[in-house]
């Protein structure tokens, strides 16, 4: 598994979200800001690259990639806006201290992290400058949907029940798990899309940190309205998937993995022996486990009354 910081920095490089060289048109207006045309195509192109060349995305398949390039980078500028007007934006400070505990947590300088970054293509202001954001977006999100989850007593007790109440001893594995199903007859190109796709999903994943959420989205499996929860025995997992999960460390992630169902991703969450679990050794988690599961639903209804309130116009006629 890449250390930290290393797997930020390539997120950060490929993700599209780096400045773009060349402002050659502008794409939308937000607020009174711009979205360049360049870096609609640096995010689309960060997708396509991950496509193996022999099955090229079809048009409409990268007109969707494109919608939702542009819908990212519109949702970022309003985020930041709102983040701005609030007073709650990253400050010098905060990106300091983010760093420096990336440095500490692989143990090595800080200045290591930073020539890093430069290998990246990100000078240090633009490194700073794009994890300024993720600590912005992580902030709004915690408070924009302040006060609007509630998680009862009785829904932690009845969590508990459900989890733990009347299980049989022996060690459980807990995951998040996202399908991308394929059908067992389908052509090669379709399985390869359907990779490709699971892992711009990895990728999304490790770096927003809201497995759930894209497994509520877009996984094809049972537990998708759960954020993908499983829990299963060590004994009962195919090969497959132990040996790639088994080796994680909580809220590591999976690269994709391939079985007769699909595409798949495993988020680790923990082991527990379920019988020897007492309701107060376990209510505080629970109850961050139901706040994690209500928590981006809330704050999509909250980004959506933000859009509907500010002045946003895509302007670029491709686009529209």
Sequence with gaps: MRDKFYLLLL?????GIARAEVADGVAAIVGDEVVLLSEVRTAMQSVAARVPKDHPLTPQEMKQVRDNALKSLIDDRLILQVAKFQGVAASEEEIDAAVSGIAEEEGIAVDTIYAAAAEQGLPRAAYREQLGKQITRMKMISGSVQGRVRVSDEEVRQLYDERYGQAKPGERIRVLHILIAVPSDAPPDAREKARAFAAQLRDQARQNGDFGGLARKYSGAPTAPQGGLTVFREEDA?????????????GEITDVIENAHGENLFQF????????????????KLRGELIERRTMPEFEKWLADVRKNRYVEIVAPELQ
């Design 269 to 284: 969450l923990d082991r527990f022996d379920p019988s020897t679990v007492s309701f107060e050794q376990v209510a505080d």
């Design 11 to 15: 997120l950060l490089a490929a993700s």
């Design 238 to 250: 195919p090969d497959l998937i132990k040996n790639a999960v088994f080796g994680l460390k909580p």
